[in-house]
């Protein structure tokens, strides 16, 4: 008797992991479709509020800095500004290679990061880790809150630098087209 009961405990066992293991690999596909989603609205919104004069920034395989203005490179060696130039803000790091990328539209301000070592965002153009939204004008007591629209942690709001490693209180800092310092 007890064998069969031992048999039993254990056959069960074998099916509860079975099913666990499955349902993990269900939860895991739909967050990739869910990351993936979050990837396409991202693009289209870059695209809808930033558009560039040739191009998708789905397409874009590097963002560089040339003189005041942002140039977004293709696979094929081709490249496109923004339709409005004004929009491009400033960058963190360098010029060839940004971290962060700072637009502007409508008052609000945008943050691109870019992750280029490492696991990424395969399925994200030009290494694109995360696009931040600037979430209301700035609060003297919070100061500006930023929201994420890539990391699924969605309750969030971001008020921390993503390009900086040395956290300035005072906010993120970039430099400008013209070579300033911008703090927000």
């Not at 079975?18 to 990739?32: G, M």
């Not at 809808?48 to 293709?74: C, D, E, M, R, W």
């Not at 290679?97 to 992750?115: I, N």
Request: charge should be negative; proline fraction near 3%.
């Amino acid at each position: 008797m007890n064998i069969a009961m031992n048999s039993t405990k254990t056959s069960n066992l074998h099916d509860l992991d079975r099913f666990i293991t499955s349902e993990i690999n269900l939860i895991d596909e739909q967050q990739k479709q869910c990351q993936l989603a979050l990837t396409d609205y991202a693009v289209n919104f870059l695209d809808k509020v930033f558009p560039l004069t040739n191009g998708s920034h789905q397409q874009v395989a590097s963002y560089v800095v040339y003189y005041h203005h942002l140039l977004a490179f293709f696979p094929d060696g081709s490249q496109s500004g923004l339709v409005d130039t004004k929009q491009f803000k400033g960058l963190c790091g360098h010029k060839e290679q940004p971290d962060a990328l700072l637009l502007q539209a409508d008052g609000r301000y945008v943050e691109v990061t870019f992750h280029r070592q490492g696991d990424s965002n395969q399925a994200m153009p030009a290494q694109i880790d995360d696009i931040q939204i600037e979430a209301n004008e700035q609060d003297t007591e919070n100061g500006r809150q930023w929201f994420s629209m890539l990391k699924l942690n969605r309750d969030m709001m971001l008020a921390t630098p993503t390009c900086h490693q040395d956290f300035k209180p005072e906010g993120k800092s970039f430099t400008s087209t013209s070579g300033d310092e911008i703090t927000l």
